[in-house]
């Protein structure tokens, strides 16, 4: 049976000495990690950042390929590879960090240098790789924290740079982290203080009071924080980039593992973080609209990351509040009242924060969770519910209010623009529509403003149809836009109160204009022409032209009457008759029943083939004359069965038969067959054959399956 790696030994000068042991390790110096240069005509510093890449990519690529044993020895007791690791960690390039074009070259490196560091680190988080090769899972979470392999910051750091990508692997990863090592859950718990006091000193820098009082003595300083409007832009875009940074760090540390949101409930952490969040980022907002940009480019960068910070602000939230009383209360949990309890608390002590839950509620509305609890807790008062919905509605409302003025103008500017950002993508304009685009006019146009000043009653019909033409014609979004004081920037200086201007009697379309017909502008459309050919119109009917003559003409008829003939009739010969033979093997003797049980027609008139009807009175003529002559060809014939017959004798049917053949053959000149028939029958059995029987016999007996086949097809062909 293999053990695992923390209890085996190998011998080294004589000496057992453990598997997993410094003695073991290579030398190998790990280079630290430094971001790719970003002027691209800095071609020493390029050059000198590809040279360091190559020897990290180097090493790394040796580390990866060395055993279990010799891997763990060195991820275990090298410094030099924590520090590469710790680096490449602090300084890589962020998914939502300033795009900017890399050489190829350089991105080349770069890309490569990500994935070295993740394989490694996946490497790292995985106690067993093989039966052979396998750590105890004890020792293995012992191992990882013990020796500082992992913490809480790199965990957060690695969900940044590869939770877009690599979503799935680095969820199993830091599950297993989690589950082998408990205490890194005891760690988290234990940096929510940390996190609150950095959003703490950011709010000092901003010159806002913190509601919880330092812990720890305070340096007394001699003058204020410096003003958000003064502060160099430098130090300012720091400022930003810091906020945003925190933000986004932990969004996507819970968006990949959000089993951590069940450590991070405690103290009210949700509620601090987001009225910290929402004084830092609606001071930021109104630092960007009352700065002066005047020379500088960084005005839409800085309100872009702190539209995504707000953004990620709202999902930690949400994630803190569902993944700790939304989902258990899905799953049925034991104690559902607390859990509702839970809930309510959480959302009923962030509704001052006016902006957070504005975004919060375009990314998840609140009736989705309104009627989760109502399936989840049949026995709520939901007339708390109805509380946080309208605290909610007042919310939007006042931040209408808020917005008028100048500041306020400026305000929702920044909202807008983070509603732009945060919500889905808007309806395609009508310009770029095409052919298909709605024209809203008349009814249609009267509706939509009637929907609107149905629920808004304060704004003018003019007022409201100016919302309708800039937002696309979308009642949902003209009235979200109204409540949250978020309309585009070109509104502002309208009047609500404006009203309609009704279109003149030269604007309005007749029903005539408005008629669409397959026939309009046409030689003969009398509503869109003064003046119609007359000379092209015709009254009553047309004579007839010489162009009927070719209709009357029948000498076609007679040029076809020698093709018909060909295939004969019923006493002209046929084309076929010269082909096809009667052959006496065919059995032929129910051939002549009768088709109906009444029809009193012989099976002769039932035989007769019918004449093609082109031939008019001559072929009538012709039937005339045959039936004649069968008349006088059946004088001396039986007379008809009578037409209650029901079981003829099928010797007088045979009989019948060879007479009508007999007939037909000597008619188209043929010879009849008057040969007797062959006997094959002979004396009894034991009394000997004659010579005759025996030819027979042997006859009948060579040619008996003779055009059998043949005439088989035949008859289906027939």
């Not at 000495?17 to 280079?31: E, G, S, V």
């Not at 003058?223 to 925190?246: A, H, K, N, R, W």
């Not at 949700?270 to 109104?286: G, N, Y």
């Not at 082109?614 to 037409?643: H, K």
Request: proline fraction near 5%; charge should be negative; hydrophobic fraction near 35%.
């Amino acid at each position: 049976m293999d053990l695992p790696l923390d209890q085996r030994f190998k011998n080294r000068g004589g000496k057992k000495t453990p598997a997993l042991a410094p003695c073991w390790m290579k030398n190998i110096d790990f280079l630290l990690y430094q971001a790719p240069p970003v002027n691209p005509n800095d071609g020493a510093a390029r050059e000198e950042w590809i040279e360091r890449a190559t020897f990290m990519e180097s090493d790394l690529q040796s580390l990866l390929r060395m055993p279990h044993e010799a891997f763990w020895c060195q991820v275990v007791f090298d410094e030099s590879l924590h520090r590469c690791i710790d680096s490449y960690l602090r300084f890589a390039p962020r998914p939502f960090d300033v795009v900017y074009t890399l050489p190829d070259n350089v991105q080349v490196k770069q890309d490569s240098l990500h994935r070295l560091i993740f394989m490694t680190c996946l490497r790292m988080a995985t106690h067993k790789e093989s039966k052979k090769d396998f750590i105890t899972p004890r020792i293995f979470g012992d191992i990882l924290y013990e020796n500082f392999l992992f913490d809480v910051p790199k965990l957060m750091d690695l969900c940044v740079l590869y939770g877009q990508d690599n979503k799935p692997l680095l969820t199993k990863m830091l599950t297993n982290i989690f589950t082998q090592q408990p205490k890194y859950s005891d760690d988290l718990r234990e940096s929510l203080p940390t996190i609150l006091h950095v959003l703490n000193s950011v709010c000092q820098k901003c010159g806002l009071e913190c509601d919880s009082a330092p812990s720890s003595p305070q340096k007394l300083q001699t003058s204020g924080p410096t003003s958000l409007t003064t502060m160099p832009i430098s130090e300012f875009q720091d400022l930003v980039f810091y906020v945003s940074d925190t933000a986004q760090t932990l969004f996507n540390f819970l968006d990949v593992y959000d089993a951590a949101a069940k450590h991070m409930i405690q103290d009210d952490f949700p509620v601090k973080w987001c009225q910290r969040s929402e004084a830092i980022l609606s001071t930021l907002m109104s630092a960007i609209a009352d700065r002066d940009w005047t020379g500088s480019t960084l005005k839409p960068l800085l309100k872009g990351k702190l539209n995504a910070a707000l953004a990620a602000t709202a999902h930690v939230f949400h994630s803190l509040v569902f993944q700790n009383t939304l989902l258990p209360l899905m799953e049925h949990a034991s104690n559902p009242a607390e859990l509702y309890e839970l809930y309510l608390h959480l959302m009923t002590a962030v509704l001052g924060e006016i902006r957070m839950l504005a975004v919060h509620e375009v990314l998840f509305p609140f009736s989705e969770d309104r009627d989760l609890l109502v399936q989840c807790c049949p026995g709520i008062d939901e007339t708390q519910l109805q509380f946080i919905e309208d605290g909610i509605q007042t919310a939007c409302c006042h931040r209408a209010m808020k917005s008028e003025g100048k500041k306020g103008k400026k305000k929702r500017e920044v909202s807008f623009a983070v509603a732009e950002a945060v919500a889905p993508p808007p309806m395609e304009p009508q310009e770029t529509i095409g052919a298909c685009a709605p024209k809203m006019k008349g009814i249609e146009l009267d509706s939509l403003i009637s929907s609107v000043h149905d629920l808004l009653p304060d704004l003018g019909e003019g007022f409201i149809e100016l919302c309708l033409e800039e937002l696309d014609y979308n009642v949902e979004r003209v009235i979200n836009c109204v409540l949250e004081g978020r309309l585009p920037p070109s509104l502002d200086d309208i009047e609500r109160t404006l009203e309609r201007t009704k279109p003149t009697s030269d604007e309005t379309e007749s029903l005539l204009e408005q008629r669409r017909n397959i026939f309009d502008n046409d030689d003969f459309d009398v509503f869109s022409k003064e003046k119609v050919a007359s000379d092209q119109i015709h009254q009553g009917k047309k004579e007839k032209s010489q162009d009927m003559s070719v209709l009357e003409d029948k000498s076609g008829i007679e040029n076809f009457r020698e093709l018909y003939n060909r295939y004969g009739s019923e006493d002209v010969e046929s084309i076929y008759d010269k082909v096809i033979e009667y052959d006496d093997e065919y059995d032929d003797t129910y051939d002549s029943h009768l088709i109906g049980a009444n029809d009193g027609d012989s099976a002769d008139e039932l035989a007769a083939k019918k004449v093609p009807l082109i031939f008019g009175n001559l072929n009538q003529r012709q039937q005339q004359a045959s039936g004649e002559e069968s008349e006088d060809d059946s004088d001396g014939e039986e007379s008809q069965p009578l037409r209650d017959a029901f079981v003829q004798d099928p010797a007088k049917l045979r009989e019948a038969q060879a007479r009508r053949r007999a007939t037909q053959q000597a008619r188209r000149g043929r010879p009849v067959n008057t040969e007797k028939k062959k006997d094959v029958v002979g004396a009894a059995k034991g009394q000997g054959q004659s010579s005759d029987v025996l030819r027979n016999r042997a006859s009948k007996e060579k040619n008996k399956n003779k055009n059998r086949k043949a005439q088989a097809d035949r008859k289906r062909r027939v």
